[in-house]
């Protein structure tokens, strides 16, 4: 009898063959791996060594070598906010599935409570819900499909009970999930699985008495996050990891990049509307003041050049002052700083 996964596969491989006959090793995962890895240097920015090891786990995963009775690859994602965690997963998943958004995301911040581990592995028996075996999940984008696979990122996970985090072990031990209500099993064998977190970042992340052991010594930032960490997850939740990725504070420098892709990615937006953007020295000095903050990372910067320059910009597309030029296709606007605030003009091409 030919089993269906197995028809699949063959089909995958001569297809593969055939388009590829140079090719000596072939994937069923159809993303391009250089092309995934060059685009996780360009967009995770100041995270040198978490870009690395994502890129090694695309080659893992683009091989198809990786333990089949497993998740594909799971890793905890730690430091604080606005570094590019949740930006790590979405791109990911734009690289994996073509779509930043194809992901499933699971708040960990409902999940604050014991009695609400019945929203991860199902009401049991007797329970509201328990014959509809009700989750969190969304099926489709935890299974993917034969040639992509799915992502999950499990939010803020430190907020979850200590009930929830131990359901989750099966998962990333098994790749299995089975609602207790319906019997139904979840399969996470073709998922990546993220969990971020916050422990470390903040003076009043004190829970199972860390706190005190961290008054005793001095340590880096990375080394504050791993020592909260350490006294938060017991050992079988770290053992079933496969990568602990620690993320660096941003520097300014840091923040001028992530400001550079904030431009273009608002200059890609405007040219459906034919218009063009271009900004002072001294309104992107202005922005990187007011924007460049260690507490809240690339968040600031972001939300600076909305309120700065994208609330005004948009009023002054929409006061019928714009002309489109006789001999261009675009319309040129430029904007220039005046007393604190970013003024705009339309430029002569």
């Not at 948009?314 to 604190?340: C, D, M, R, Y």
Request: glycine letters at 6%; one cysteine or more.
């Amino acid at each position: 009898m030919v089993f269906i996964n197995d028809l699949l596969e063959e089909n995958q491989r001569q297809r593969s063959e055939s388009s590829h006959a140079a090719t000596a090793y072939s994937s069923r995962f159809r993303f391009d791996l250089q092309a995934g890895c060059d685009h996780l240097r360009r967009h995770l920015i100041g995270q040198d060594q978490v870009c690395q090891t994502l890129c090694d786990a695309l080659a893992v995963i683009k091989a198809d070598i990786a333990d089949s009775e497993r998740p594909l690859w799971s890793a905890l994602l730690a430091g604080p906010t606005g570094v590019g965690k949740t930006s790590s997963v979405k791109l990911m998943a734009e690289v994996l599935t073509g779509s930043a958004d194809a992901y499933c995301r699971v708040d960990m911040n409902t999940l604050s409570q014991s009695h609400y581990a019945a929203a991860i592995s199902g009401a049991p028996p007797g329970y509201v819900g328990s014959k509809e075996g009700v989750s969190l999940f969304d099926e489709t984008l935890i299974k993917g499909d034969f040639s992509t696979p799915g992502i999950v990122l499990f939010d803020e996970i430190e907020k979850a009970s200590d009930e929830v985090i131990w359901a989750l072990l099966n998962v990333l031990e098994e790749g299995k999930l089975t609602l207790t209500g319906s019997g139904k099993t979840l399969d996470f064998r073709n998922s990546l699985i993220f969990f971020t977190t916050n422990l470390g970042s903040r003076s009043q992340d004190c829970k199972k008495g860390w706190r005190e052991r961290l008054r005793l010594q001095k340590l880096t930032a990375e080394n504050t996050v791993k020592a909260a960490l350490d006294a938060f997850f017991a050992p079988e939740f770290f053992n079933r990891l496969d990568a602990v990725l620690v993320y660096e504070q941003l520097s300014l420098k840091s923040a001028e990049d992530i400001f550079s892709l904030a431009l273009s990615a608002l200059n890609h937006r405007l040219r459906k509307k034919s218009v063009t953007l271009t900004l002072s020295t001294e309104v992107v000095n202005e922005i990187l003041r007011r924007g460049f903050d260690q507490r809240y990372g690339a968040r600031a910067v972001r939300r600076v050049l909305r309120d700065c320059v994208e609330t005004p910009l948009a009023k002054f597309l929409l006061t019928g002052s714009v002309s489109k030029p006789e001999h261009s296709a675009f319309i040129s606007i430029h904007g220039e700083l005046h007393a604190g605030a970013v003024v705009f003009s339309q430029r002569s091409t």
